[in-house]
């Protein structure tokens, strides 16, 4: 699926009607993190995201993505999708699960493992789905419609 694709069959639970809409649906590898990074920067940002929402919510992502790469298997797939005000990006490794998916912050002293909890704090939700065939784990962030300037009334 390309970028901007729209589903048919998903209308948003407003009851406007209006399809939810796929803004990227890219391979996750090594080599792609920074691609990755910048594709979900230019579409949230597009969809209306901006300044610290923005930031928080493509930090979110890059530590799925780099979990993926991490822990993952090395590959997977990421999709980001707008739904109304609504932004969720799901990425999905095939890795070999989770055994425990207790969301902490490690001591101080642990290096690294931090990612899921930043996650889960810098969206406004975090959802694990773990089984021995790989995991989904999906952010979601609502955009917050932009305020009408003194210049623009």
């Known amino acids: 699926?390309?970028?901007?694709?729209?589903?048919?069959?998903?209308?948003?639970?407003?009851?406007?009607?209006?399809?939810?809409?796929?803004?990227?649906?890219?391979?996750?590898?090594?080599?792609?993190?920074?691609?990755?990074?910048?594709?979900?920067?230019a579409a949230a940002g597009s969809a209306g995201l901006t300044e610290g929402a923005l930031e928080d919510f493509v930090l979110a992502v890059h530590e799925l993505v780099t979990?993926?790469?991490?822990?993952?298997?090395?590959?997977?797939?990421?999709?980001?999708?707008?739904?109304?005000?609504v932004l969720t990006c799901q990425v999905t490794d095939r890795g070999p699960g989770l055994d425990d998916v207790a969301i902490r912050?490690?001591?101080p002293e642990e290096a690294g493992h931090r990612g899921l909890w930043l996650a889960?704090?810098?969206?406004?939700?975090?959802?694990?789905?773990?089984?021995?065939?790989?995991?989904?784990?999906?952010?979601?962030t609502r955009i917050t419609p932009r305020r009408p300037t003194a210049q623009g009334r």
């Open 120 to 140: 889960q704090r810098l969206s406004g939700a975090l959802v694990i789905d773990s089984s021995p065939g790989g995991v989904t784990a999906s952010v979601t």
């Open 67 to 85: 979990n993926v790469v991490r822990h993952g298997g090395g590959a997977g797939e990421l999709l980001l999708r707008q739904d109304g005000e």
């Open 1 to 41: 699926m390309s970028s901007g694709d729209h589903d048919a069959g998903e209308d948003d639970p407003d009851g406007g009607g209006q399809a939810a809409v796929t803004l990227v649906s890219e391979v996750i590898t090594a080599a792609a993190l920074a691609r990755l990074r910048h594709a979900v920067t």
């Open 105 to 107: 912050l490690p001591a």
